[in-house]
C-alpha cells in the first residue's frame, strides 16, 4: 500500500499539540487518528444526549420525590466511557468505507488508511477491540436500555453510506448521534416516555445544524466526487435553515424539559444555547472553511451548557 500521509505522522485537519501526540509513542498514532483521539469535539457531541436523557431522568425522578444517587453519576461515567468506544469504532468504520473517497479530498487524505499507514484488517481488529468496551458498558445497564443500545447498531451501520443515496445524510448521522437522548432515559427508568422522545427529536435537529456547518469545509471536493450533504443541499440558504433545525430543536427540548418537570435551572441553559445558535448563524460565513470548522466545534460548549443547566436544576430539586 502506497504511503502518502505527512512524514511526521501527522493528519491535515487534527491539531498538531493535541495530548495524542505528546504522549502516545508513534506507531499508536494512526489508530488514535482512526478513533479521532486527536479530535475530541465528536466523542463530545456524542455523549452530550446521553448526558442531558440521564440528567433529565433525574430531574423527572426528583420531581416524583425520588433520586437516583450515585447511579446518576455511575451512569454518567459509563456514557463518557461508552462515547469515546462507540465514537472511535463508528470513525474506523467510517473510515474503512470512505477509504476510496477520503483520498480524493484534500481534508482527509493524510489519514491512516488512505495514507496507507494502517491497513484495513489492523482497522478492523481496531474496531472490534473498541466495540467490546463498548459492549462491556452497554450490559452494566439494565435489559431494556442494552437491546435499545443494540437497536442503534442498524443506524450506525446505515450512515456512511447516506452521503451516496440522499441529500441529507445529516439526519442519518443524527438518528445515530442522537441515540443517547433516549439511552439516558432507559438506564434509569428501564422504559421510554414522550419526554426522551422529544429530546431525540430536538437532538436530531441539532445534529443537522452543526454537522451541515461541518459539511461546509467540504462541498467543493464533495461536488466534485459526487458526495451529497445538506450542506450543498441548503447552499446560499444555510443561515436560514439553521433558524429553523435551532429554533425546532429548543422548542422540542423545552416542551421535553416541561414534561419531565425539569427544574428552572434547566431553562436558563436553554436560553444561553439559543444565544449561542444566534451567535453562529449570525456571523455564520460559508464560504471560510476555517469559521464553518470552529462554529461546529463550538457545539461542544452548547452541549455542556444545556447539560449543565439540567444537572444543576436536579441539585436544586434534591437539595
Known amino acids: ?164 443515496f440522499t441529500d441529507w445524510p445529516q439526519f442519518f448521522l443524527g438518528l445515530a448521534f442522537s441515540w443517547g437522548a433516549l439511552m439516558g432515559w432507559a438506564g434509569l427508568f428501564g422504559s421510554l416516555s414522550l419526554a426522551p422522545i422529544l429530546l431525540y427529536a430536538a437532538a436530531i435537529l441539532w445534529t443537522i445544524g452543526y454537522d451541515t456547518l461541518y459539511a461546509h469545509q467540504d462541498k467543493e471536493d464533495d461536488e466534485l466526487i459526487g458526495v451529497r450533504s445538506t450542506a450543498r443541499l441548503f447552499g446560499d440558504q444555510t443561515r436560514l435553515w439553521l433558524v429553523g433545525l435551532y429554533g425546532a430543536a429548543l422548542v422540542l427540548m423545552l416542551l421535553s424539559f416541561a414534561l419531565a418537570g425539569a427544574g428552572w435551572l434547566s431553562y436558563v441553559g436553554l436560553l444561553v444555547a439559543g444565544g449561542m445558535f444566534a451567535y453562529q448563524i449570525a456571523v455564520l460565513d460559508i464560504n471560510d472553511g476555517a469559521q464553518c470548522h470552529a462554529l461546529f466545534k463550538s457545539n461542544g460548549k452548547v452541549g455542556l451548557i444545556i447539560f449543565a443547566g439540567l444537572f444543576l436544576s436536579f441539585l436544586l430539586l434534591v437539595a
Open 1 to 164: 500500500m502506497q504511503k502518502t500521509g505527512d512524514i511526521n505522522g501527522r493528519v491535515a485537519d487534527a491539531p498538531s499539540g493535541n495530548w495524542v501526540y505528546r504522549i502516545l509513542p508513534p506507531t499508536l498514532w494512526p489508530y488514535a487518528q482512526l478513533a479521532r483521539w486527536d479530535r475530541p469535539i465528536g466523542w463530545e457531541l456524542l455523549m452530550w444526549p446521553c448526558f442531558w436523557s440521564t440528567a433529565l431522568a433525574a430531574n423527572a425522578a426528583a420531581a416524583m420525590g425520588q433520586s437516583p444517587g450515585f447511579l446518576l453519576i455511575y451512569h454518567l461515567i459509563l456514557y463518557f466511557i461508552g462515547a469515546v468506544a462507540m465514537r472511535g469504532a463508528g470513525c474506523t468504520y467510517n473510515d474503512l468505507v470512505d477509504h476510496k473517497i477520503d483520498m480524493e479530498v484534500a481534508r482527509t487524505r493524510s489519514r491512516p488508511l488512505p495514507s496507507g499507514r494502517v491497513t484495513r484488517l489492523q482497522a478492523k481488529v481496531f474496531i472490534a477491540l473498541q466495540a467490546l468496551i463498548g459492549l462491556l458498558v452497554l450490559l452494566q445497564f439494565n435489559w431494556f436500555a442494552v437491546i435499545l443500545g443494540i437497536l442503534s447498531l442498524a443506524i450506525v451501520a446505515l450512515y456512511p453510506f447516506a452521503k451516496r
